[in-house]
């Protein structure tokens, strides 16, 4: 099969992915879709930027339209569990373009942003409900959702899930949701753990697995940069003027670290914005999507955003520091060379991280070119907002002095200040007077 139109799908679902710009299906495409049409569970092994978010939203919009009745107030058709805002509204934007007149009603709920909303959506009835782990399982304590009705169940970046500590979210999620359900878990690796939800959750599933794991895309370009951390800064700015980048994105490991990068760019008028765990959901989106329309050429992130950006024409992927988790490498560089195209990957390395290079390298099974870079030393490195003075958790704090009452008038100089006569405290002389009364 090398069309859409091959795929057993409704001529509304071919119309929409013809109008996104879509002619032929990536490989998890064609091996996943006519299985889930006919209602199998799959194991989907894949890594990021394979086009799997199609491959389980397309059989899921096919499977559910064509409702003739009404739908039950908190109680979605389907859920969609996501690791992070960013990769659960990428899954909202494409259920909405592909299904366009299909008449469905989906809503995405995440945490960092307040639920009202998000509870209408569900006292509204769902058909398709995207969300991750964490604000699904506080509204469901709380009564304003129950799976006891969902059709399909879809388990997205499994592996991330297990990064980023939601393995016991999920069981608990899993536990609410009926026996009898269409179930898809996607991940680009397979841990142990992983290995033991799919077993459990999976009845008799078809298996895709269009690359090795961990495996990287071959259109990127890879290459590492010797340096010192210090130059780290300036071989940036050199690699963002001197490689004709359009968009860049950059990984840094801590998200002190993203906003540092950030102030450095701005002040050598490289507009720059950072998108990272402290951010609130209204600025993430706002930078995302100042990204995506080009307003700015360069997007700072941690890792929680690895999986969670979905961007077209991202040229260059930049890790500022090498990942601690050498599979986090893969994540990061997929956000290049997307939809056929070709990318740049740079990874920076100083003395401190050479294990860390060991490790991807190791991982991946290929010894990446290496350069070096010379720099000097600059003032503008520092971070632009005032540090914090360092103070010792275990110290007690000082106790504030009484300026009023250690107020000294100061002595002509050359001479002593003399000491103050003490004052008579008259409330204890009158005390006194009362009790020899």
Do not use: W
Request: with cysteine.
């Amino acid at each position: 099969m090398t069309k859409f139109n091959d795929l057993p799908l409704l001529d509304t679902i071919l119309k929409n992915v013809q109008e996104a710009g879509y002619d032929s299906p990536t490989p998890i495409q064609a091996q996943s879709i006519p299985p889930l049409c006919e209602g199998r569970d799959l194991l989907g092994i894949a890594q990021t930027g394979t086009g799997k978010t199609a491959a389980f939203t397309l059989p899921m919009l096919q499977k559910l339209s064509g409702r003739d009745f009404s739908l039950t107030p908190k109680e979605p058709r389907s859920l969609i569990l996501a690791p992070t805002r960013e990769l659960a509204s990428q899954i909202k934007e494409q259920i909405d373009k592909y299904g366009k007149d299909l008449k469905l009603k989906s809503a995405v709920i995440f945490g960092g942003v307040g639920q009202a909303n998000q509870v209408n959506a569900l006292r509204g009835g769902l058909d398709i409900l995207i969300a991750t782990p964490g604000r699904l399982l506080d509204l469901m304590n709380q009564g304003f959702c129950k799976l006891n009705r969902v059709e399909i169940f879809v388990l997205d970046e499994a592996d991330r899930m297990l990064d980023m500590g939601f393995i016991h979210d999920i069981k608990k999620v899993i536990a609410q949701l009926p026996e009898k359900k269409q179930t898809m878990l996607f991940s680009a690796t397979m841990p142990n753990e992983i290995v033991g939800i799919a077993n459990r959750i999976l009845k008799n599933p078809v298996r895709v697995e269009v690359t090795p794991p961990s495996s990287t895309v071959e259109r990127i370009d890879q290459r590492v940069i010797f340096c010192q951390k210090a130059h780290k800064y300036q071989l940036l700015r050199k690699v963002l003027q001197d490689e004709g980048v359009e968009l860049t994105l950059v990984f840094t490991r801590t998200k002190h670290g993203a906003n540092k990068i950030v102030d450095y760019l701005n002040a050598h008028q490289i507009k720059a914005s950072a998108i990272h765990g402290n951010k609130s959901q209204s600025a993430r989106e706002a930078a995302l999507e100042n990204f995506k329309s080009g307003a700015i050429k360069v997007l700072i992130a941690t890792d929680i955003a690895a999986r969670g950006i979905d961007v077209q024409g991202v040229s260059h992927v930049v890790n500022f520091d090498m990942p601690v988790d050498a599979e986090s490498y893969v994540h990061r560089i997929g956000r290049t060379a997307r939809a056929g195209k070709d990318g740049d990957a740079i990874s920076f390395c100083d003395e401190t991280e050479r294990e860390a290079l060991s490790r991807v390298q190791k991982l991946i099974g290929l010894k990446l070119p290496v350069e070096t870079f010379v720099g000097v030393a600059e003032k503008s490195v520092q971070d632009t907002r005032p540090p914090r003075p360092y103070r010792d958790p275990r110290a007690k704090p000082k106790a504030k002095p009484d300026q009023r009452q250690n107020s000294k008038p100061n002595a002509p100089v050359g001479q002593k200040a003399q000491p103050q006569p003490k004052k008579e405290d008259k409330s204890k002389v009158g005390y006194k007077f009362r009790n020899k009364k």
